[in-house]
């Protein structure tokens, strides 16, 4: 090492070691050890069955790619259940989110309840609605949608309220100096600040939704996922690495294409 790296290295500013941050890693570790006895976890139980796990990832890794005729309908069965999902959410979004933003609506009561409703809708998990309305309307693409739509509106509402209420405030003051109603200062004062940011918000829920709709398909809520429990069921394995690397490629290729958009629409 030089004399000027040494330097360098001199001048960085020390950190002194806080008790706090003992504190801390201490915890951890208690945390740790008391939860791995009250789960009975148990990492010797984990390799003694590594060997029946090599052998499901090898049979995975001879695919049966005759089966990839039934694969691929299924697998745009699945995108459409995830664009219908991120469409429908995103709409009511939209909505609700010009309701709760405090720079729109003045009400400080009505955007105070809104938002506590909002937030119980975003702490239900996606499976949990899956099965929800699995029961109510039955097995199939219609409660995958229903569950993507609530997951997609949960995800991107707080995105969309939280833009809204950073904008410029110049523009709603003057149209609203000028007499203009809600309905104008939303559509000629909020729209052009934000819509780059709705597009872009919608494209990252897309890419979310078709990666949660294989796992919603696994509870019987529609698409590829239904497939996917089935070969597991019957222990062909072939057929499941078919399905697993289809998914692998096409959710890789979806997450390329939306992060590359949503960076042109951010330039």
Same mark, same amino acid.
């Given at each position: 090492? =030089?004399?000027?790296? /040494?330097?360098?290295?001199?001048? $960085?500013?020390?950190?002194?070691?806080?008790?706090?941050?003992?504190?801390?890693?201490?915890?951890?570790?208690?945390?740790?050890?008391?939860?791995?006895?009250?789960?009975?976890?148990?990492?010797? @139980?984990?390799? =003694?069955?590594?060997? !029946?796990?090599?052998?499901? *990832?090898? !049979?995975?890794?001879?695919?049966?790619?005759?089966?990839?005729?039934?694969?691929? %309908?299924?697998?745009?069965?699945?995108?459409?259940?995830?664009?219908?999902?991120?469409?429908?959410?995103?709409?009511?979004?939209?909505?609700? =989110?010009?309701?709760?933003?405090?720079?729109?609506?003045?009400?400080? @009561?009505?955007?105070?309840?809104?938002? #506590?409703?909002?937030?119980?809708?975003?702490?239900?998990?996606?499976?949990? $609605?899956?099965?929800? *309305?699995?029961?109510?309307?039955? #097995?199939?693409?219609?409660?995958?949608?229903?569950?993507?739509?609530?997951?997609?509106?949960?995800?991107?509402?707080?995105?969309?309220?939280?833009?809204?209420?950073?904008?410029?405030?110049? %523009?709603?003051?003057?149209?609203?100096?000028?007499? @203009?109603?809600?309905? /104008?200062?939303?559509? *000629?004062?909020?729209?052009? !600040?934000?819509?780059?940011?709705?597009?872009?918000?919608?494209?990252?829920?897309?890419?979310?939704?078709?990666?949660? =709709?294989?796992?919603?398909?696994?509870?019987?809520?529609?698409? #590829?996922?239904?497939?996917? !429990?089935?070969?597991? /069921?019957? *222990?062909?394995?072939?057929?499941?690495?078919?399905?697993?690397?289809? #998914?692998?490629?096409?959710?890789?290729?979806?997450?390329?294409?939306?992060?590359?958009?949503?960076? @042109?629409?951010?330039?």
């Amino acid at each position: 090492m =030089s004399k000027a790296d /040494q330097d360098n290295l001199m001048a $960085l500013p020390k950190k002194k070691f806080k008790i706090l941050n003992l504190f801390w890693l201490l915890l951890f570790i208690v945390g740790l050890i008391v939860s791995t006895k009250v789960t009975k976890t148990s990492l010797g @139980a984990l390799f =003694s069955n590594f060997s !029946q796990f090599a052998d499901i *990832f090898l !049979q995975m890794l001879h695919p049966n790619w005759s089966y990839l005729g039934a694969v691929i %309908p299924l697998l745009l069965e699945t995108i459409k259940m995830a664009i219908l999902g991120t469409v429908i959410g995103s709409a009511i979004a939209f909505i609700y =989110s010009l309701l709760i933003a405090r720079n729109i609506v003045k009400n400080k @009561a009505v955007t105070g309840i809104l938002r #506590i409703i909002m937030n119980i809708i975003r702490t239900v998990p996606d499976l949990l $609605l899956g099965a929800i *309305f699995v029961a109510i309307v039955g #097995i199939g693409p219609v409660a995958g949608i229903l569950a993507l739509a609530i997951c997609t509106f949960g995800i991107v509402v707080k995105l969309f309220y939280e833009a809204i209420e950073t904008i410029d405030p110049g %523009p709603i003051e003057a149209l609203t100096a000028v007499g @203009a109603n809600k309905l /104008q200062i939303i559509f *000629f004062a909020v729209l052009p !600040q934000v819509m780059t940011y709705f597009i872009s918000y919608c494209l990252y829920a897309f890419e979310i939704n078709v990666r949660a =709709s294989t796992v919603l398909g696994y509870i019987g809520a529609g698409g #590829i996922g239904l497939y996917l !429990q089935e070969t597991l /069921q019957v *222990f062909d394995y072939p057929k499941t690495g078919t399905i697993i690397i289809v #998914i692998i490629l096409v959710v890789v290729l979806i997450d390329y294409v939306s992060s590359k958009s949503r960076e @042109a629409l951010m330039k």
